[in-house]
């Protein structure tokens, strides 16, 4: 069974209150972090391991492109979305094909690690918040649709699930959630015809989806993330989304007004979200996780649904697949990262 909570480790390797925690019921999810990664050859026994403690694990990663991929030493570094939206502007066709072999490069070199997907793609508009940036795809839906439709293709041909985020839309606010409270005062018709149209037009090729920590406020005075208006009334009731909500991370400053590390997945999975992130504080993950205990465990086959198709390869220090496909799509890739 997948439980309700996603946390981290500090190192490289599980410790003994690693492997303890791993085997918690209402535990469901592991992320890696920059800090966990040395080698392909060692995540994949770190994923093994974990995977030895609780067979069930979903292990995931921020692996975007540009400045945020996690994996780096030994991994192909992808340009950021941004730079596909800017080649987008001067040659449609080929920026599409770029984007999907973007997302199958990505997808095919995490899942050889062991991880089963990650958090991508982005599909807030690359507008005025510096956090998102060039994180996003393009300045207006009509560029982001056909590049993360083509990004998401190449993640499914690998054998990886999607994750849209950040719903419905940060592009459009300045603060950084990850360190200040962000508040969007737009109404929900602006928010709607402007920020909502990618996530909406993309839902066929959506698996899963990460609210924003932002505050609608002319719209409802919670977080999206802590939001049932957001989350049921729209999401699941108007829209029929009915893929994984994962919380963005509990710990980030946007998401403390909720109090407590104990209240923040409540009131996240209370709205709505099928599994809420609880990262880089150990102390808060454990009083997440005392304050679900006595919650149902969440829906199986949304989450079972997340699982990769992780292949039983060999996997040394350096990434180095038999596979002529991931040859020739790393140099193309190489070939457009020095082209600007």
Known sequence: MIGALMLDIAGTELTQEDIELL?????GGMILFARNIESPQQVRALTDHMR?????ILIAVDQEGGRVQRLRQGFTLLPAMGR???????????????????????????????????????????????????RGFAKNMQDIVPLADAFMRGMKKAGMATTGKHFPGHGSVKADSHVAAAIDSRSYQEIYDKD???????????????????????????PAGFSPFWLQTILRQELKFDGVLFSDDLSMQAACVAGGADARIQAALNAGC????????????????????ELALPNQQRLKRMRGNIPNIQIGTTLTLDDENWHNVRKVIEEF???F
Not at 23 to 27: F, I
Not at 94 to 119: K, N, P
Request: hydrophobic share 45%; proline share 6%; glycine share 6%.
């Open 196 to 222: 909502m149209q990618s996530f909406i037009k993309l839902m066929p090729q959506l698996d899963a989806l990460m609210p924003a920590h932002v505050i609608y406020d002319q719209v409802d005075p919670n």
């Open 23 to 27: 085997q918690a019921p209402q535990v």
């Open 274 to 293: 099928d599994m809420g992130l609880v990262c880089n504080d150990r102390d808060a993950a454990c009083t997440a996780l005392d304050g679900i205990q």
């Open 337 to 339: 990262k020095n082209s």
């Open 52 to 56: 030895q403690v609780r067979p069930d």
């Open 84 to 134: 596909l939206g800017e080649h987008y502007l001067e040659n449609p066709q080929q920026a599409m094909e770029l984007a999907e072999q973007c997302g199958w490069l990505m997808a095919t070199e995490v899942l050889a690690v062991g991880i089963d997907f990650s958090f991508a793609p982005v599909l807030d508009l690359n507008d005025i918040s510096d956090v998102i940036g060039d």
